[in-house]
């Protein structure tokens, strides 16, 4: 069955690695209330830089004209905001190994000892480039006159240089002021003497399914694209994006180049950021798109702008989810809660006494309906905190408190060894495990193994042959079972002498090297 087939989420302009432990978003009971929340610190009038849309009602026809045939028309709408919208072009320069580090006999010139097998080696297995350039593109929108920008991380990461170019067609060169990869949100600025069109933010808690929305931005190059839908769902957290999955869904059609587009509400306030699609093996749009709503966006940008990251509280465990038979095992009644499956020595949940094997159901008299809730609500809130948390430990109930230390940005789930960063970067790949549901996709016997998500256009990956649904069995000649073997392989990989890689690729397996330098 072909790879295509199966759904996958696509980012729009680089391969990035998905990780997942942290989020900064707050539930209320099942559902987000953004404002409430005040461990990132809510917006206050002092603290914000852009300008709140007043009145916020996306359900509120007042902008949009009917027109003859029926259909609305969302030309003042669009009108209002088009020129606050940005085009956003990036350059980085990737450099990459060359010479006989890229023969597939495991990085060594198999010719070398026979007369004129340099010259054979040379000619059949030519040198890949010592390096090359990666373009990509997005958008963005102005929320202040003072040029500051927002975008998707992904948009900017890692860019040499930063180009935005104006509806007017102005271009300039712009400064990175602080990104936050986990919600992919990222703060630039322009500088302008003359006036900046500004876009006001409005407040995604107001939204409802079926509110009419519209998109705009940079599809495929093409400037001032606008799309229009509805909203088609709120609180989309499994779609596998990483630990901020919790989105706003829309049918309004978006495209690679839409990323970090303002999604705008009937008002022509921004409720959303444009961030990613769903797709069924192809990166075009079959009308399901995700956003991220503004309000988490505005605690963002207030830190990102003070102080160019972005920081959360931490408790120290890692947890996972209940099923029917952990259920069972641990006399639980219902599915809901966080099992704490270890503690971090040292930690803040240690020094609360809190136990391997404790249920977490609540956070300050709160509902932690899944694994997912207990990382989100602790994330949103101030290292510093002190939280109540209620647990229970062998069918009792109890409260403890614990108090919240900072997110350490270290640890080795949640950030990659700068090895293997520079590994998975340089040769242009990133992967996922292998469910149950892929390996049947796939028609694989078992999980074993990591496929092949993303490959970077013209990175050393996509010369040397790999593709998106590529198997990766074994890396060195070391079996490689699941996401941690690929990491701990990466992270010893020496990068000059090549990368051997044993890959399953519609059925058959073959071997690739990859040299980087």
């Known amino acids: 069955m072909s790879f295509r087939k199966k759904l996958v989420v696509v980012l729009f302009v680089a391969a990035v690695a998905v990780i ?9 009971t099942d559902k987000f209330n953004f404002t409430s929340m005040l461990g990132l610190k809510s917006a206050s009038t002092g603290d914000q830089f852009w300008i709140e849309g007043e009145n916020n009602k996306p359900s509120a026809p007042a902008n949009v004209a009917p027109s003859v045939q029926g259909y609305p028309s969302f030309a003042d709408v669009v009108d209002k905001v088009k ?21 597939p006999f495991g990085g060594q010139n198999p010719f070398g000892d026979f007369p004129g097998g340099d010259d054979f080696f040379r000619h059949f297995m030519p040198d890949m480039p010592r390096e090359y350039r990666q373009q990509g593109q997005g958008s963005g929108f102005i929320i ?6 927002v975008t998707n991380n992904h948009v900017v990461d890692k860019a040499d240089t930063i180009t935005v170019k104006l509806a007017t067609g102005k271009e300039y060169k712009a400064e990175v002021i602080g990104t936050d990869p986990k919600t992919d949100i990222a703060l630039i600025k322009i500088k302008d003497s003359g006036s900046l069109p500004v876009i006001k933010l409005g407040d995604s808690d ?3 399914t079926g509110d009419w929305v519209i998109a705009i931005g940079n599809p495929f190059g093409l400037d001032q694209t606008v799309t229009a839908g509805i909203v088609s769902g709120k609180d989309r957290r499994t779609i596998g994006a990483g630990p901020y999955d919790d989105f706003i ?5 978006i495209n690679p180049g839409n990323s970090g587009g303002p999604l705008i509400d009937l008002r022509g306030n921004v409720v959303g950021i444009n961030s990613m699609i769903y797709s069924q093996g192809t990166p075009g749009n079959i009308g399901i798109g995700f956003s991220i709503p503004v309000n988490l966006a505005k605690n963002i940008l207030v830190q990102l702008k003070d102080k160019g990251k972005v920081t959360r509280g931490w408790i120290g465990v890692a947890i996972q989810g209940i099923d029917e038979n952990i259920m069972k095992q641990f006399g639980l009644k219902t599915k809901d809660g966080a099992l704490v499956g270890d503690v971090t020595a040292g930690g803040p949940a240690e020094k609360a006494g809190i136990k391997r094997g404790d249920v977490i159901v609540k956070v300050d008299g709160e509902s932690v309906k899944s694994e997912k809730d207990l990382p989100i609500k602790i994330a949103t809130m101030r290292p510093g905190k002190t939280v109540s948390l209620t647990i229970i430990r062998d069918g009792s109930e109890k409260n ?12 080795g789930q949640m950030k990659k060894s700068a090895s293997r960063e520079d590994a998975e970067e340089k040769i242009g790949i990133a992967v996922e495990a292998i469910t149950p549901d892929i390996a049947r996709e796939l028609d694989l016997p078992d999980t074993k193994g990591v496929v092949i998500s993303q490959v970077a256009q013209g990175s050393p990956a996509e010369q040397a042959g790999l593709r998106r649904g590529d198997v990766i069995k074994e890396i060195n000649k070391k079996e490689i079972k699941d996401t941690k073997d690929f990491a701990d392989a990466m992270s010893k990989a020496k990068l000059p002498e090549g990368i051997l890689f044993l890959v399953q690729s519609n059925g058959m397996t073959h071997y690739v090297t990859i040299g980087v330098e």
């Open 20 to 28: 997942y432990f942290s989020a900064g978003q707050k539930f209320k």
């Open 83 to 103: 020129d606050a919208v940005v085009n956003i072009k990036t350059d980085r320069k990737i450099k990459t190994g060359g010479g006989r580090g890229m023969s």
């Open 144 to 149: 202040s006159s003072e040029g500051y920008i």
């Open 206 to 208: 107001k939204l409802r």
């Open 249 to 253: 869904q829309t049918d309004a059609p």
């Open 400 to 411: 403890v408190s614990v108090t919240l230390g900072e997110f350490p940005e270290d640890m």
